[in-house]
């Protein structure tokens, strides 16, 4: 708009104004057209520049991203090396006791407890995919950590379970938060160290439970691994001051 009025000024003075002011007048505008072309092209420059940037970035993140869930697939097939001794970055896991957000009456805390216990011993020690699908809610919903697939039937859940609630995978030691996002609705925020055919690797899994006629169901469930903190990140909590350490409650 503001060189929208600004052109309409320079025509309203040229046609004002004595011949020699009306050329003086044409050759500003002209420059000032060069100008912005040439600043046009300088702006499409540096963004193509930034484009491409971006798309080697992606593409090492993708390469990298194949890399850790080929990793992974040899962890959870057994066809694993022994020199692969852990992913998921566990450098950073710390466990911890359950901890329980203020709000969170003491027998919904035990009963999310409960059901999650249940979730664990299913996998892990009855590797039974039928009894972990039917823990969750008619409704629920699986992101599972290595599909790429939104799950939210009992027999897509179930199949996923299949695959991953088998012999020699089970949790060792976790880190769990409850708090309450209704009154009958509670989420179950854990990091999770595993033990996949013999291999460490630990994930972030977000429980989200429901009381339904008195009796709890699992809503949904969204597991991922540890990931890489990018070292801007690492600098900036350094500057302020946030220390992680074995307590997850001190920050």
Not at 29 to 51: D, I, T, Y
Not at 149 to 170: C, M
Not at 197 to 219: D, K, L
Request: with cysteine; charged share 25%; net charge negative.
């Amino acid at each position: 708009e503001g060189r929208q009025n600004r052109n309409c000024n320079l025509t309203h003075r040229a046609h004002s104004s004595e011949p020699g002011e009306r050329r003086t007048t044409e050759k500003s505008s002209e420059q000032e057209q060069r100008l912005q072309r040439a600043s046009e092209k300088m702006m499409m420059k540096g963004l193509l520049l930034v484009f491409a940037a971006c798309a080697a970035s992606l593409g090492e993140a993708n390469g990298s991203d194949a890399s850790l869930r080929a990793s992974l697939q040899e962890m959870l097939s057994g066809t694993a090396s022994a020199d692969d001794v852990s992913i998921g970055h566990c450098e950073s896991f710390a466990a911890c006791e359950t901890q329980t957000r203020p709000g969170v009456p003491a027998r919904a805390a035990q009963q999310v407890e409960d059901i999650l216990s249940s979730w664990d011993n299913a996998v892990s020690v009855e590797n039974d995919a039928g009894k972990v699908a039917d823990l969750f809610c008619n409704d629920g919903v699986l992101v599972a950590t290595v599909s790429d697939h939104l799950r939210t039937a009992r027999n897509e859940i179930k199949s996923y379970f299949e695959y991953f609630a088998v012999k020699g995978n089970k949790p060792v030691a976790k880190c769990s938060f409850i708090s309450r996002n209704a009154n009958n609705v509670f989420t179950d925020e854990r990091t999770v160290q595993w033990n996949l055919q013999g291999n460490i690797v630990c994930a972030r899994m977000s429980f989200v439970v429901e009381r339904r006629n008195g009796n709890m169901c699992i809503q949904s469930l969204h597991s991922s691994l540890f990931p890489v903190e990018p070292e801007g990140l690492v600098n900036i909590d350094s500057k302020n001051n946030i220390v992680w350490g074995a307590d997850p409650t001190a920050n």
